[in-house]
T-cell receptor, first 114, second 114 residues
Framework: DSGVTQTPKHLITATGQRVTLRCSPR?????VYWYQQSLDQGLQFLIQ???????AKGNILERFSAQQFPDLHSELNLSSLELGDSALYFC?????????????FGPGTRLLVL | AQTVTQSQPEMSVQEAETVTLSCTYD???????LFWYKQPPSRQMILVIR??????QNATENRFSVNFQKAAKSFSLKISDSQLGDAAMYFC???????????FGTGTRLQVTL
């Protein structure tokens, strides 16, 4: 158990809908990362927050947004869902940000868009 | 572009034998960590081992060890005394950018046979 929690574990929804994925980082970790794992794209970085502030964006679609709250939990919002958004979404956390930090991953949320 | 190359899409090892998974990367940084993550059928991302690039000594974690060649930018994972539970996808990764997002290789699927 990494100490990172993600809810829900599974999500099945329809095209055009909106969903929210939730992540609670390890106790004391200030940095939260979101990654998407799809069959054809592998593991892709989406966005990173540090102590409530957005610090970096990767290949995140405009239909997707995220935020980190004062208690450091984070939410990833996916809207106007398309079939291609079906993927495994991971949250990872680390104490700070830097090249000498270790990211610990949550169990992931499996999203299926029908 | 920052890249991670895992040239072995699939590997097979017999139980109790040793196997080495290869990884090469490309970074201009001098101090950084390198990681191997394991993804079993449950799809969780589990940290296997990490290497600090400024340390010459290769990291070891029980049956897992690395062969780190900084000048060659090579970071292979050796699994000794392979067990059935080692069967999984293995990803090599390293952090890049100010946000230290992880860049992943495409993975090596390890099969363990009796």
């Amino acid at each position: 158990d990494s100490g990172v929690t993600q809810t829900p574990k599974h999500l099945i929804t329809a095209t055009g809908q909106r969903v929210t994925l939730r992540c609670s980082p390890r106790s004391g970790d200030l940095s939260v990362y979101w990654y998407q794992q799809s069959l054809d794209q592998g593991l892709q970085f989406l966005i990173q927050y540090y102590n409530g502030e957005e610090r970096a964006k990767g290949n995140i679609l405009e239909r997707f947004s995220a935020q980190q709250f004062p208690d450091l939990h984070s939410e990833l919002n996916l809207s106007s869902l398309e079939l291609g958004d079906s993927a495994l979404y991971f949250c990872a956390s680390s104490p700070r940000q830097g090249l000498q930090e270790t990211q610990y991953f949550g169990p992931g949320t499996r999203l299926l868009v029908l | 572009a920052q890249t991670v190359t895992q040239s072995q899409p699939e590997m097979s090892v017999q139980e109790a034998e040793t196997v080495t998974l290869s990884c090469t990367y490309d970074t201009s940084e001098s101090d950084y960590y390198l990681f191997w993550y394991k993804q079993p059928p449950s799809r969780q991302m589990i940290l296997v081992i990490r290497q600090e690039a400024y340390k010459q000594q290769n990291a070891t974690e029980n049956r897992f060890s690395v062969n780190f060649q900084k000048a060659a930018k090579s970071f292979s994972l050796k699994i000794s005394d392979s067990q059935l539970g080692d069967a999984a996808m293995y990803f090599c990764a390293y952090p890049t950018g100010t946000a230290s997002k992880l860049t992943f290789g495409t993975g090596t699927r390890l099969q363990v046979t009796l």
